[in-house]
């Protein structure tokens, strides 16, 4: 059996959230077109007859300013190295800019395997896949670079085959069955951000928090009852997340309900959503404002 670490890397927005999800057969990572989705180090874990590659999905890698790029890149360095593999994701809608290139730096230099994957290929011309080739050719001399589409699930095979190929011989970390390690509370909390992400615009996103404040499961009875709050920074913010008549925040509860209920199959679910304002809630993301612009190019 192969077992190996795998780190997922990329630009924000490329796409590394929904092909963690495509490899996992599951919802195991949110996704938006926001970028900065992901907040969190995420697991997903892909097992099959050839053994099990442990995916870890980061947060977009993001440089902004000069000051920061050093010691991002000595960070990034030292974790991407205890890692058995790294799957570097490109997103060819977007030239390669200053990013890329820090990217493509900072892995050029590191000794574990890269693969590289130009992704969303079902939308690319064939000029963008040739010049994303080009460029990955030359700023990555000797890395394997394929095409596909996360979204689409086209190519994601060959991505495993490549991973598998250069995991080491071990034992199964996870049990077969385990598609990731969250707790039931980080993943309800995830699935109403995100549908709360997704129903709201502009630099709404970045200000949203969700804590689930009670989760009580009742197995033998079948019944399963969370309460959880939506956080905002101000009421302004409040006022678009409840929207006209509540009509938004209801829309984020039946599509929240629809995917916790996948969690707990055959169960009764109540779920109590509420949102509130906490000034003292300051989204660390908020900086992401300024990224956000940035990444729009
Ligand atoms: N057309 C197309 N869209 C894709 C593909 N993969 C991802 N997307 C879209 O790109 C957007 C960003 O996807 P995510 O998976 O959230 O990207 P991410 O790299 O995890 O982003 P961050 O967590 O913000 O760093 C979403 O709207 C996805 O639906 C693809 O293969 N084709
Ligand atoms: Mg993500």
């Not at 780190?7 to 919802?27: D, H, M, V, Y």
């Not at 009670?214 to 939506?230: P, T």
Request: glycine share 6%; proline share 4%; with cysteine.
């Amino acid at each position: 059996m192969k077992c190996a670490s795998v780190a997922i890397i990329g630009r924000p927005s490329s796409g590394k959230s929904t092909l963690l999800n495509t490899i996992c057969e599951s919802k195991v990572s949110i996704t938006s077109p926001t970028p900065h989705t992901t907040r969190n180090a995420i697991r997903g874990i892909y097992t099959d007859s050839r053994g099990q590659l442990i995916f870890t999905d980061t947060p977009g890698f993001h440089i902004s300013e000069k000051k920061f790029q050093k010691r991002m890149q000595d960070i990034a360095t030292s974790s991407l190295e205890e890692t058995d593999a790294v799957l570097y994701l490109l997103d060819a809608t977007r030239k390669p800019g200053s990013e890329e290139d820090a990217i493509t730096y900072m892995l050029s230099g590191l000794s574990v395997p890269v693969v590289c994957c130009i992704n969303k290929k079902d939308i690319l011309s064939d000029s963008q896949i040739q010049d994303a080739e080009q460029y990955l050719k030359k700023s990555m001399p000797g890395r394997v670079i394929l095409v596909a589409s996360a979204k689409a699930d086209d190519g994601v095979d060959e991505i495993l085959i490549e991973l598998f190929k250069h995991a080491p011989e071990g034992e199964l970390l996870y049990d077969q069955d385990t598609w990731t390690d969250q707790n039931l509370e980080f993943r309800i909390s995830e699935i109403i951000r995100e549908k709360a992400m997704n129903s709201v615009t502009e630099e709404i996103p970045y200000a949203i928090m969700v804590e689930v404040a009670d989760l009580e499961y009742n197995a033998e009875e079948g019944k399963v009852w969370v309460r959880a709050f939506i956080t905002v920074e101000r009421e302004s913010q409040k006022g678009i997340m409840v929207g006209k008549g509540g009509e938004n925040i209801k829309k984020i509860r039946i599509a929240s309900f629809k995917d916790i209920k996948k969690i707990f199959p055959g169960s009764k679910l109540e779920l109590d959503l509420r949102v509130r304002v906490n000034p003292k809630w300051k989204s660390n993301d908020m900086i992401l404002s300024k990224v956000f612009k940035d990444t729009q190019n």
